[in-house]
Every structure is written in C-alpha cells, then in structure tokens.
C-alpha cells in the first residue's frame, strides 16, 4: 500500500514523497483514512513508528479546503489545534506540520511558555490556522485575547497519558469548553491506562480506537539489559561503559534536574562530551543543546523525563537509564527514543538495591524478562541478590560462587543432625577484633591499672581527679553558664 492509496490530495503526496517516505506505517494505514472520513480517532502505537504523521497527515487533508494566500487575517482562522505536554514534543510535531504542509498555502506556529510572550501574540494575531501548543501558554494567549477558539474543527491531543501524569487535565479542560462542540477530537499515545481511556469516554464521541500493537509494548528492535550495581558506583560504571563504546552516542535519562547537571559536570572531567537540558534551562539553551547532540558534536545527552517525548533523533544507538524512573509508562517512552523507524536500538539500566521494585513493575507493564549483567568490578548491594527478585543477574565468569556442603534433609524438609535431631543454626563466638564471647572475661593490662571501686573514694577526698569519670566542660554563656575560667 502507498500513500497514495490512503486517500491524501496531492499536494500532501508531494510534500510526503519530498520527505523520502514510501510506504504508510500500520498506524498510518488505519489511522489516516479514519480520521479522514470524520470519526474521533483513539491511537496508540509503539513510539517511532509514525504516529505523528499518523495524525497530521489526515489534519492538513480535512482543512486544506480552507488554504488562501490573502493577508487577511480572518481569512486565516484558526482550525485546528494540537496540544503537547512539553517543549520539545510541541516542537517536533510543528516541524512535522512544516514537512507536510510546505505545498499548501496554510499557516502554523508552535507556542509554548519560557520565552517572551510577544512575538508570539504578534504572529497569531497575523492569523494561523494550525497551532501547535503546550496547555499553560495557550491559556496564556486566551487571557490575553490573541488567539481565538471557536472555529477550530480538529483538536488532537498528544501523548495525553503525559499530560495526566504534569497535572494538565485541569487546563484541558478549560482549553475544551472553549472549543465547538461539533468539532473532530483525536487522542493518541503510546501508553494507554484505564484512566486515560476514562478521560477518552468523556472528550471523544464514539471513537474508533486503533492499536496496531500490544497495549505498553516495546519496539522489538530493541535489545535490553540491566546492569546491578551499587548506588555509590553508578557514576563510574556509566563513564566505564562510555569509554568502552568511544564511537557511538548516548542518551541519558536521570530522575532530578540536580542530578542531571551533576552527571554531566562529572562526565566531562573523566572526558566525555556530555551536557544536560531539563525544565530550568532556556529555551535557547536546550535548542542549542538539542541541535549539537543532534548534529554529533555532543556525545552524551544527560536528560529528565521532560526531555523523553520530544527527543526524535536518527538511528540513536544507545538510552541509558542512570535512575528507572518511578513511574513504568516513562520506561516504555525513555527507550522509545531509540530503535525508531525499524532501526536496532539498545536499552541499558543501572539497577540498585532500591529500585529492585521499579524493575519489578517495569517488566510485569512490557511482559518482558529483561537479563540482568554483572560487570566486572562493579558489584551491587548484597540486598540486590535477597529473596524477592524477579531473577537474578548472571555473575561473572571470573567470580565463581562456592556453596558451602549442606546437611541432609528430613521429610519435613529440616536439617538433621547426626542422630537425626534437628540442629540449631550455628552462630560464631568470635568478634571482628578478635573478642572470644565464650571464654569468661579477663581485665586487660590497661583496665587493671585503674584504680579499684575502695580507692576512689580516698582519691576524691584527697582533691584529686576520679581517673574514671570524665572532667566537666565549661558552658557557654549564652547557654547559662560562666564561660572559660
């Protein structure tokens, strides 16, 4: 099947074919002629599989009846609108709208918060009929009156199951009862839960839902792998996996923005080009980030999750996770970023002692056994090894675990002495130091020398100092007493 085929107008067969594309992914096969023909559309798909163009392609097709060159601007309404949970997800779509609507005489712009407001005010006042945004600085606009609603006819709603997570239902909300009741609505994601689905029941009227995988599923191009270790040495074996793949590019995922320029300051004195983008950066600052780890003149990307969903970066080879995130789904969207388009990608986890249950959910949500790796020299908590693992990591072939003999078992599954009585776990008598408790006690040469319970009595009447018990410190002045003497 060609694109062709799926119903598109010409001029968006033109700008597709411009872009290299032959052949619709599955989600585009189902999605596209779907939401062309006017029904509400639930989607969800492996991440990298062309969910974007899943649903812009179609958008561009129902509203380019309304495409003009005049400079009006209520010739240039606004008809459809897309919402993003963060920055740079918002901007990968707009760049998306661009590719495909570069043969159509229609306008869009992508708004979002962290920059000045102004410019962006002046251009939708020009009038743009495709708007890509985040919820809070759409919000922004309506207060301030320079974007109006009430003639959109799509509305999609992008990684929706992330904007529940940043606490944005509120604002979707608000931005709904804005909208016609009689337009188109779209909602897709990767991840699908039952409260998402919730959500879907009340925005979307009778919606075809389209999943061309598994529900949570991780692209099968992807290899994955946890490495136990140790809390305190995770930052080291991260730059000792880097150093051993010196030709190859990474993405790093951590849990706090602390952490993150913290991991990325240490990886840069152990010489590995690595910088951060999380929430506190600029804008200008994480595109300019952004273009050199895109571009191969940063080697190492150290990111929070605000960074997972709009991060589209080709044949990446490598996502690490320094810290699995608390939340399963996040897994499924870290790891995305990689293995894209059909490309072979890897997924590698540095696992502690405590995030023994974040692995545990992770695996139950993918229905996967991810193999867990020992490396050499950077050995984990012996808690990590303790019953309640799903499985247990592959020690290294150097290190060689040696069981002591057991005793033989009864029936009832007890060890049994000699005479066939049960025998008490044995405990040893010894100390650290050396310290027999079994033996009776012996003064030291040093506790002999102190002066016997009778004597101290006579040392104290004679003004001397009681050797066992401890002088008085003086106390402060502020704190009641007289000071020093």
Do not use: W
């Not at 033109?14 to 002629?33: C, F, H, L, S």
């Not at 990591?393 to 033989?408: G, I, L, M, N």
């Not at 010894?430 to 002066?451: L, R």
């Amino acid at each position: 099947m060609s694109f062709a085929d799926l119903g598109l107008i010409p001029e968006l067969l033109k700008a597709v074919a411009d872009a290299g594309y032959t052949e619709p992914t599955p989600i585009q096969r189902q999605a596209i002629p779907t939401v062309i023909a006017g029904h509400d559309v639930m989607g969800g798909a492996q991440t990298g599989t062309g969910k974007t163009a899943g649903f812009t392609l179609p958008l561009l097709h129902r509203i380019a009846r309304h495409a003009n060159t005049s400079t009006s601007p209520a010739r240039h309404a606004t008809r459809a609108l897309i919402l993003a949970p963060t920055r740079e997800l918002a901007m990968q779509v707009y760049e998306s709208v661009k590719t495909y609507s570069k043969h159509l005489p229609l306008r869009s712009i992508c708004v979002y918060g962290g920059v000045d407001i102004k410019p962006q005010q002046a251009e939708l006042r020009r009038g743009i009929e495709v708007v890509i945004a985040t919820p809070g600085r759409l919000l922004d606009h309506v207060e301030q009156k320079s974007i109006n609603l009430s003639q959109v006819e799509v509305l999609v709603l992008d990684e929706a199951d992330r904007m529940l997570d940043m606490g944005f239902i509120p604002d979707i909300k608000r931005i709904l009862a804005l909208l016609p009741d009689n337009r188109q609505s779209l909602l897709f994601s990767a991840t699908f839960s039952d409260e998402i689905k919730k959500l879907a029941d009340q925005m979307l009227k009778n919606p075809q839902l389209i999943e061309v995988a598994r529900r949570n599923m991780v692209s099968e191009t992807i290899t994955h792998v946890v490495h136990p270790v140790s809390s305190g040495m995770k930052r080291n074996l991260l730059a000792h996996l880097l150093r051993h793949k010196p030709d190859t590019q990474a993405l790093v995922f951590v849990d706090t923005k602390l952490a993150c320029g913290r991991l990325a300051h240490f990886l840069e004195r152990h010489g590995i080009s690595a910088d951060a983008i999380h929430g506190d950066k600029g804008q200008q600052q994480r595109t300019e980030t952004l273009e050199a780890f895109k571009s191969g003149k940063l080697r190492v990307l150290v990111a929070t999750d605000v960074a997972a969903r709009g991060i589209d970066i080709d044949e990446l080879p490598y996502v690490i996770n320094f810290e699995l995130p608390h939340t399963a789904e996040d897994y499924v969207h870290r790891i995305g970023r990689t293995g894209r388009a059909g490309h072979q990608g890897n997924a590698i986890s540095l696992v502690c002692a405590e995030e023994k249950h974040r692995l545990a959910e992770i695996q139950k949500l993918i229905k996967l056994e991810i193999p867990q790796e020992l490396v050499p020299g950077f050995d984990p908590e012996t808690e990590f090894f303790e019953a309640g693992s799903r499985s247990r990591a592959r020690r290294p072939a150097s290190a060689p675990v040696e069981e002591a003999p057991r005793a033989p078992r009864s029936s009832a599954g007890r060890s049994q002495g000699p005479a066939g009585t049960r025998s008490p776990r044995q405990k040893s008598s010894v100390a650290a130091d050396g310290f027999d408790f079994s033996k009776p006690y012996e003064p030291t040469a040093v506790s002999s020398a102190a002066p016997s319970a009778e004597l101290q009595p006579t040392l104290v009447a004679q003004g001397k100092p009681d050797p066992l018990r401890r002088p008085q410190r003086p106390i402060a002045v502020l704190l009641g007493g007289l000071g020093r003497k």
